[in-house]
């Protein structure tokens, strides 16, 4: 079995759409007390299957929900789970104009990880670059 294929059962079998993990919970309870979660907009950065913006969703139902990812599979299947979001194929390390400047919310987690440290620059200045004034920045990962 090829990477790619791990990848993808790991993430189908742990049934994150009806048990969140705790750092789900965790971080949309810092989005609440930030403020932010109701009526704004938010991005997952390096959203997989889109399980994160999926219980996003169930917690703030009026926020506008983008997710990016690199596997059309993940995508595709965020899209099954979720049809109120909007879905693109990008490399957080090259992401389109229009994702910048725009997001209350932008969540990266469990990304950062799988960057060596000769683009973690680029990254966080990345993900930094897709916040509107005020937003704030989520990011989840083993340091």
């Known amino acids: 079995m090829n990477d790619d294929a791990v990848y993808f059962e790991f993430y189908n ?14 971080t949309a309870d810092m989005i609440a007390a930030a403020g932010l979660g109701d009526g704004g907009e938010a991005v997952g950065l390096g959203c997989a299957n889109g399980s994160f913006l999926h219980y996003l969703h169930h917690r703030f139902p009026d926020c506008r929900l983008t997710g990016v990812d690199v596997f059309d599979e993940m995508l595709d299947q965020g899209r099954g789970h979720l049809a109120e979001a909007t879905f693109q194929n990008a490399s957080i390390l090259d992401l389109p104009d229009d994702l910048y400047g725009r997001f ?40």
């Open 104 to 143: 209350d919310i932008v969540t990266s987690l469990g990304v950062m990880l799988v960057f060596d440290d000769a683009v973690l620059p680029a990254y966080i200045d990345n993900v930094l670059k897709c916040l509107k004034p005020g937003g704030r920045a989520f990011i989840m990962s083993v340091f």
């Open 13 to 26: 079998a742990e049934g994150l759409l009806e048990e969140p993990k705790s750092y789900f919970v965790m």
